[in-house]
């Protein structure tokens, strides 16, 4: 069901775990498989100069979390907020159809953040 790329970042998740100073901490859930996510970011001069996360999920869900982190991890707040779920999906080298959904959860965590982070800092968010 699911290609190696896929089973590789189940198997080994990249940033997983909480994070002891974040700038924004955001917990989301979605969907029809009840997937949770919880990612942290710590961000300098509008840079995420580092990204944990913690997933309960389906393997989908935690595989995308761990792409998506990877992703954003030293990237400017605006190509973090850029990035799709498309994105990651492709990043995996793709999910079976009936699994795209749990990649959504990473997105709308990541532009989530990024608007708690941008009202906190006095800006309006995206
Ligand atoms: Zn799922």
């Known amino acids: 069901m699911y290609n190696e790329t896929v ?8 940033n997983i775990g909480e994070m002891e100073d974040p700038t924004v901490v955001v917990e989301v859930g ?4 009840g997937d949770r996510t919880k990612l942290f970011l710590k ?4 840079v995420i100069v580092d990204v944990s996360f913690k997933t ?5 869900a ?14 400017t707040l605006k190509e973090a907020w850029d990035l799709t779920n498309r994105d990651v999906v492709e990043a995996l080298g793709g999910l079976p159809e009936q699994k795209i959904h749990c990649s959504v959860l990473a997105e709308d965590a990541i532009r989530e953040a990024i608007n708690i982070y941008r009202k906190g800092q006095g800006f ?3």
């Open 43 to 46: 961000i300098e001069d509008d």
């Open 124 to 126: 309006e968010p995206w």
């Open 62 to 75: 935690i595989a995308s979390s761990s792409m998506a982190t990877e992703m954003i991890k030293e990237k």
């Open 7 to 14: 089973m590789d970042h189940f198997e080994h998740p990249r």
């Open 30 to 33: 979605s969907g029809e498989c």
């Open 56 to 60: 309960l999920g389906c393997a989908a």
